[in-house]
T-cell receptor
Framework: DVKVTQSSRYLVKRTGEKVFLECVQDMDHENMFWYRQDPGLGLRLIYFSYDVKMKEKGDIPEGYSVSREKKERFSLILESASTNQTSMYLCASSTPGSGISTDTQYFGPGTRLTVL | AQSVTQLGSHVSVSEGALVLLRCNYS??????LFWYVQYPNQGLQLLLK??????LVKGINGFEAEFKKSETSFHLTKPSAHMSDAAEYFC????????????FGKGTTLSVSS
C-alpha cells in the first residue's frame, strides 16, 4: 500500500512565525503536491513537484514556498504565517504513469493548521 | 479550460436508500475523471477513476459512476447506503492547464441516517 505521511495532524502557530509542514511518501513517486482545503472551496493546489529540486506554482502559491531535496520528501513552508493561512493542508503523491494530470493521487491524512 | 461542478453541497439519505452524487465537467480534451472520498479527519482516498476504457466504472465499497459524454456528467451512485458511507466526496477532472494537475469540485457531504 502506498503510504503518505504528514509530520503533524494538528498545529497551532502565531502570526509571523515560520512554519514547516513535512510530507513523506514511501512509494518512490515522482510527483508530489501540496493542497489546502477550506470549507466550500474544495481543494486548491499550492505547489507541486515532478522531480527532486523541481517545483511548479499551483493556483494559490502566494505566501508559501516549497522544498524538495529528496525524492520522498516534500516540504511546505509558510515564511511568515498569517491568520488567513489557517486551513487544512493535504499532501499527495502520484505514480509516474500516463501523465501528471491523469495519474491517481495518494493523499496523506492532512495537517490542520491554526494561526493565531 | 477544464472545470468541475458538483451539484448539491450536502446530500442526506436514509440507510438502504440509493445514493446519487452529481458531477458535471467541462473539458476541451477527452478527460480523465475521478471520485475521491474523505472520511472524517482523514485524507482523500480514490473511489474510482474513468480513463476512457469503459463508460461504467466500478469502484470500491460498492460505488460506481457512469461517464456520459452527451451530458458531460460523471455521477456517482451506490444502490444501498450504509452508515459508513457518511463522508465528503470530491469529483475531479484532469487538467491540461499549466500549473495544475487535477481540478477538484467543491465537494458534497453525504449524511446517512438510520
Amino acid at each position: 500500500d502506498v503510504k503518505v505521511t504528514q509530520s503533524s495532524r494538528y498545529l497551532v502557530k502565531r502570526t509571523g512565525e515560520k512554519v514547516f509542514l513535512e510530507c513523506v511518501q514511501d512509494m518512490d513517486h515522482e510527483n508530489m503536491f501540496w493542497y489546502r482545503q477550506d470549507p466550500g472551496l474544495g481543494l486548491r493546489l499550492i505547489y507541486f513537484s515532478y522531480d527532486v529540486k523541481m517545483k511548479e506554482k499551483g493556483d494559490i502559491p502566494e505566501g508559501y514556498s516549497v522544498s524538495r531535496e529528496k525524492k520522498e520528501r516534500f516540504s511546505l513552508i509558510l515564511e511568515s504565517a498569517s491568520t488567513n493561512q489557517t486551513s487544512m493542508y493535504l499532501c499527495a503523491s502520484s505514480t509516474p504513469g500516463s501523465g501528471i494530470s491523469t495519474d491517481t493521487q495518494y493523499f496523506g491524512p492532512g495537517t490542520r493548521l491554526t494561526v493565531l | 479550460a477544464q472545470s468541475v461542478t458538483q451539484l448539491g453541497s450536502h446530500v442526506s439519505v436514509s440507510e438502504g436508500a440509493l445514493v446519487l452524487l452529481r458531477c458535471n465537467y467541462s473539458s476541451s480534451v477527452p478527460p480523465y475523471l475521478f471520485w475521491y472520498v474523505q472520511y472524517p479527519n482523514q485524507g482523500l482516498q480514490l473511489l474510482l477513476k474513468y480513463t476512457s476504457a469503459a463508460t461504467l466504472v466500478k469502484g470500491i465499497n460498492g460505488f460506481e459512476a457512469e461517464f456520459k459524454k452527451s451530458e458531460t456528467s460523471f455521477h456517482l451512485t451506490k444502490p444501498s447506503a450504509h452508515m459508513s458511507d457518511a463522508a465528503e466526496y470530491f469529483c475531479a477532472v484532469s487538467s491540461n492547464q499549466a500549473g495544475t494537475a487535477l481540478i477538484f469540485g467543491k465537494g458534497t457531504t453525504l449524511s446517512v441516517s438510520s
